[in-house]
């Protein structure tokens, strides 16, 4: 037996094991596999678009702030202050 420590017990480790087995016929006998590479590459540029679509609200917001921050009433760049160091 080797020196090194492990996180969990035999018998987890192979019960994660059989649900990965298990896991896999079923999408191996739910959908051929033209479709799991389709539905595969859906998922990621739907995330892919998702995440350059929260980029630009980033942005946007970042630009709003900037211009409340110039403001030419005081009381809101110290409400920004006060919001944005909660």
């Known amino acids: 037996m080797s020196g090194r420590r492990r996180s969990k017990p035999d018998h987890q480790e192979h019960e994660i094991e059989a649900l990965f087995c298990i896991f896999n016929l ?33 942005d946007e917001l970042s630009k709003r702030i900037s211009e409340l921050m110039t403001s030419s009433s005081d009381t809101i760049p110290r409400k ?5 160091h909660q």
Not at 32 to 50: A, F, M
């Open 80 to 84: 920004l202050q006060y919001l944005l």
């Open 26 to 58: 079923f999408i191996c006998r739910a959908a051929p596999k033209q479709y799991i590479q389709e539905s595969r590459v859906q998922i990621l540029e739907k995330t892919c678009n998702r995440i350059k679509r929260l980029r630009g609200e980033i």
